[in-house]
């Protein structure tokens, strides 16, 4: 199935927080031809808005983007590069930051795993690195002198950046874990203009009732009752 819609992150876990995330509201993605695109790297991203939007196989995609605030001239120079910035603001950040989600890029304040360790709070995260028994190794690399007089949330963000797969692991903890009422604004609102280009929003993204078997249908049918 083509994509009817594609959400550009810039790794995979990025892609992989949104997918559990999308998974928890009851959207069924891949059932919609809806994809989220790692790029490995954001100074990738005009390649990318070059291919979903004038490319042959996939022209006029609907396309949204999750990335770090920081790097938000990169998402800009993309949009040039494919003849976005047209309506762009004159100047000022705020108001630049408001088209841009008018596109449907969001920022996150640092990137994806900070956003999720205060939305869970330091202290559940740490939990989290417990139950997968890591708090040893934890407990090591906070006693780095690099790391030893910095914040919990940045010895956190150090431990799942510092070996291979962490990051993508713990996006997927923190994804499970956080409360609903409290999913990083960018995560919501991203999956949020994807599901507005959807019939029927979020509702029109929601996995199907699956179909009941013979034998249930049988048991449930006015007939069987009669019986």
Known sequence: MTSEAVVLVEGVSDRVALEVLARRRGMDLAAHG???VAMHGITNIGHFLAHYRYGEATPGKRIAGLYDEAEERFVVRGLGQVGLLDERPERGERK???????????????DLED??????????VEALVAAEGELRSFRTLQKQPALRERSLQHQLRRLMGGRSGGKERYAALMAEA??????????????DYVAA???????????????????????????????
């Open 34 to 36: 809806v994809s989220v």
């Open 96 to 110: 630049q930051r408001v088209w841009l989600e008018s596109l449907g890029f969001f920022s996150c304040s640092v």
């Open 115 to 124: 956003e999720l360790i205060r939305a869970l709070g330091p202290d559940a």
């Open 178 to 191: 956080v409360e609903p009422a409290r999913i990083p604004r960018p995560l919501t609102r991203v999956l």
């Open 197 to 227: 280009g959807v019939p029927g929003g979020v509702a029109g993204l929601a996995r199907p009732a699956p179909s009941p078997s013979p034998a249930s249908a049988e048991r449930e049918s006015p007939r069987a009752r009669s019986v």
